[in-house]
């Protein structure tokens, strides 16, 4: 990563809660179009003293003009904080867990059967219709 490349954080929290540490990021970088979201996780990593599988980068928009972008950066204590509380979508960008793959013909499939079950019994699976 380039040493041009300066990152800077607004609106620091902790939440407890969510077991992270959540801020906005502004990366300036002069004389680049950007700057790739794995330098930014190394970068983040390194700032706050956690790895980099914690630090979840997100949502970059980059100013009119190039030179400067901001985001969104979120530091979870630990992989298992982060596979409780992240999206699917953004722990598949980063690698953790698996993409459910079902067919188009078995999910239609899934939709018809369930319009046939009245009730409660939607939500059961209850295909014990003989």
Do not use: C, W
């Amino acid at each position: 990563m380039s040493e041009s490349v300066t990152i800077r954080t607004r609106k620091f929290l902790t939440n407890r809660l969510l077991q992270r540490k959540q801020m906005i990021i502004d990366v300036l970088h002069p004389g680049r179009a950007n700057v790739s979201k794995d330098d930014l996780r190394e970068k983040m990593a390194k700032l706050y003293k956690s790895e980099k599988d914690h630090v979840f980068v997100f949502g970059f928009k980059t100013a009119f003009g190039g030179g400067k972008s901001t985001g969104f950066a979120l530091i979870y204590d630990s992989v298992d904080a982060a596979m409780k509380f992240e999206p699917k979508y953004r722990l598949l960008r980063h690698g953790i867990g698996a993409k459910k793959t079902i067919s188009a013909k078995q999910r239609k499939e899934k939709k018809n059967r369930d319009k046939k079950i009245f009730g409660s019994k939607k939500g059961k699976k209850a295909d014990k219709k003989k």
